[in-house]
């Protein structure tokens, strides 16, 4: 990495998003039939009221995360028309690596052809993308990097215990990634990170490999309720938390972008801002859940279909487990 001497301030600027969708969409009723050969009663009605998802896209079973974030990254580089050699960072996101190690951020740098430039994962679940912005910001602002890629990159079938309806219905697989660069003009106004541990229980996927075999449940478990109640009381916090160190209010935000998790969660936190539900960007309903991706998903897609403009103010938010979350106010 090479800093630039600057007089002028420096910010970190999104130069351009873009994200991957693995082929196999699975609607509620499809993934209710499946789960019915297995005695697992669920239904659309049932997983379209408590949580807004209609459909969800899982990985084939030889789709690992670098094997989604590859194209949602090709896809960002070229948005912002820069080649893969003048990335000098690289973050990946993620809580379902490619393997134990080397990261998932190795495997999309050799996955892109480029090699020497810094490259490692954030793990902090659904709040992977936000902190990986944090992170990247900072480098940025600091000199230390000049063109960062962060990608959110998850694939949570593998997860998933298709034998718990609790769980099953809620997530999915994807990758959404920006590209991030130096600039005299802001860019990212303001971010926050936080996390409380005294939570790791209420979501967490406690296996861990020791002796070759894996020692605990490979599958994730979560107290819902817990995780509605906590997600709800932060998120608004950390919103208004990030618009006062920028200086501004809810009524100069354009859109909010909050980790997609269950279209309740996502309406109580803009209804507790005060926002307009039209200022809410709402993926849920076709990706489903998808962790660290979800918030750069939903964020390209509302670039590519034209609703985000540049210049436009937004919050994104992300929380999940460890328990983490946190927050990014940007100007496009
Ligand atoms: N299909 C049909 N019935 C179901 C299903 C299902 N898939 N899942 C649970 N039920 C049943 C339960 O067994 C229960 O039945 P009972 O009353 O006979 O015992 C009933 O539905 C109600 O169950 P609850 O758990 O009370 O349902 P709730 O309204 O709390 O909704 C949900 C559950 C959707 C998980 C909700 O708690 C929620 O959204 N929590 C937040 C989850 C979340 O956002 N997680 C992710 C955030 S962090 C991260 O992204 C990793």
């Known amino acids: 990495m090479s800093p630039i001497a600057t007089s002028t301030t420096r910010y970190s600027r999104i130069l351009g998003t873009g994200s991957f969708l693995p082929a196999d969409r699975v609607t509620n009723q499809a993934l209710a039939d499946r789960l019915a050969a297995d005695g697992v009663e669920t239904s659309d009605d049932w997983i379209v009221e408590r949580t807004g998802i209609r459909a969800r896209h899982f990985a084939a079973p030889d789709q690992t995360a670098s094997d989604l974030a590859l194209p949602a990254a090709q896809a960002a580089l070229e948005a912002a028309g820069i080649a893969a050699e003048e990335i000098d960072l690289i973050i990946v996101a993620t809580s379902t690596p490619d393997m134990v190690f080397p990261s998932t951020a190795c495997m999309l740098q050799k996955k892109l052809g480029v090699h020497g430039c810094a490259a490692f994962d954030v793990q902090a679940v659904c709040s992977g993308f936000v902190y990986a912005l944090s992170v990247a910001d900072s480098m940025i602002k600091s000199g230390a990097a000049n063109k960062a890629l962060i990608v959110g990159a998850e694939v949570f079938s593998r997860i998933l215990d298709f034998?718990?309806?609790?769980?099953?219905?809620?997530?999915?697989?994807?990758?959404?990634?920006?590209?991030?660069?130096?600039?005299?003009?802001?860019?990212?106004?303001?971010?926050?990170?936080?996390?409380?541990?005294?939570?790791?229980?209420?979501?967490?996927?406690?296996?861990?490999?020791?002796?070759?075999?894996?020692?605990?449940?490979?599958?994730l478990k979560m107290d819902g309720q817990a995780v509605f109640k906590l997600a709800v009381g932060v998120l608004e916090k950390v919103a208004r938390s990030v618009l006062e160190k920028a200086g501004l209010t809810e009524a100069d935000l354009d859109w909010l972008i909050p980790h997609q998790a269950n279209i309740r969660i996502m309406q109580g936190t803009a209804k507790k801002l005060k926002l307009d539900l039209n200022k809410l960007i709402a993926t849920v309903d076709e990706h489903g859940n998808t962790s660290a991706a979800s918030v750069p998903l939903a964020l390209d897609v509302a670039v590519r279909n034209g609703r985000i403009q540049r210049g436009d103010t937004l919050m994104l938010e992300g929380v999940g487990g460890g328990f983490t979350w946190g927050a990014a106010l940007l100007k496009y």
Request: one cysteine or more; glycine letters at 16%; a negative charge.
């Open 163 to 219: 034998k718990d309806r609790t769980t099953c219905v809620l997530f999915g697989d994807g990758a959404g990634a920006v590209v991030l660069g130096a600039s005299s003009e802001p860019g990212i106004l303001a971010t926050e990170l936080h996390a409380d541990s005294r939570h790791v229980d209420v979501l967490c996927t406690p296996g861990t490999v020791a002796g070759g075999q894996v020692l605990g449940s490979p599958f």
